[in-house]
């Protein structure tokens, strides 16, 4: 029996990550784990929750988000998982499981125009994302106290594929699955 896969769905705020991995969960059909959804979760169980950058909802989000992958990977099931982790995090965390699965990583880019632009557009539209600091964010990137530019990307010897979300000459959702696979992308 082959071990599983771990696809990592990785970038910057804005950059198209949840909907990249929930598109390719459903072309490879198999679940897809969101670190904001895990949060968002919690966020409902959690009465008087309010966002803040020293959030305590976050280490224990990211306890779980790890255990869950841990526990699916143990059971030998392909997971695509998404979360705006920048190195320090995710590599702590991913290289123990490389023992478990094949890695590889999507890292999502867009312009930085653009993340903002979609990050503006979730904080109007989306009220359940109340764990997810967008106003504060949109906030910090108005007032230069934050920057799109910083995210420092995974930095594991694994096979890693560059995806610009904003770009209609992007690999499609095939080459991406394709990828995903451990196959060449067809040109």
Same mark, same amino acid.
């Given at each position: 029996?082959?071990? /599983?896969?771990?696809?990592?769905?990785?970038?910057?705020?804005?950059?198209?990550?949840?909907?990249? +991995?929930?598109?390719?969960? !459903?072309?490879?059909?198999?679940?897809? @784990?969101?670190?904001?959804?895990?949060?968002?979760?919690?966020?409902?169980?959690?009465?008087?929750?309010?966002?803040?950058?020293?959030?305590?909802?976050?280490?224990?989000?990211?306890?779980?988000?790890?255990?869950?992958?841990?526990?699916?990977?143990?059971?030998?099931?392909?997971?695509?998982?998404?979360?705006?982790?920048?190195?320090?995090?995710? *590599? +702590?965390?991913?290289?123990?499981?490389?023992?478990?699965?094949?890695?590889?990583? @999507?890292? !999502?880019?867009?312009?930085?125009?653009?993340?903002?632009?979609? @990050?503006?557009?979730?904080?109007?539209?989306?009220?359940?994302? +109340? +764990?997810?600091?967008?106003?504060?964010?949109?906030?910090?990137?108005?007032?230069?106290?934050?920057?799109?530019?910083?995210?420092?990307?995974?930095?594991?010897?694994?096979?890693?594929?560059?995806?610009?979300?904003?770009?209609?000459?992007? /690999?499609? @959702?095939?080459?991406?699955?394709?990828?995903? *696979?451990?196959?060449? /992308?067809? !040109?």
């Amino acid at each position: 029996m082959n071990p /599983p896969t771990l696809v990592v769905v990785s970038g910057g705020p804005g950059t198209g990550k949840t909907t990249l +991995a929930h598109a390719l969960a !459903c072309e490879l059909g198999c679940p897809a @784990i969101v670190r904001d959804e895990i949060k968002q979760g919690m966020v409902m169980a959690t009465s008087g929750y309010r966002s803040a950058r020293s959030d305590l909802l976050n280490c224990l989000t990211l306890e779980t988000f790890f255990g869950v992958l841990s526990v699916l990977l143990r059971a030998r099931v392909t997971v695509v998982a998404e979360a705006a982790y920048q190195d320090r995090l995710w *590599r +702590a965390n991913l290289e123990p499981l490389a023992d478990l699965a094949h890695l590889r990583v @999507i890292r !999502c880019t867009a312009p930085a125009a653009t993340a903002r632009d979609r @990050i503006a557009q979730r904080a109007a539209e989306n009220p359940r994302r +109340a +764990a997810h600091d967008d106003r504060e964010l949109l906030e910090a990137l108005t007032q230069g106290d934050h920057s799109l530019e910083s995210f420092v990307p995974i930095s594991l010897d694994v096979p890693t594929k560059v995806v610009d979300t904003s770009s209609v000459c992007a /690999p499609s @959702i095939e080459d991406i699955a394709a990828f995903a *696979r451990g196959g060449m /992308p067809s !040109c």
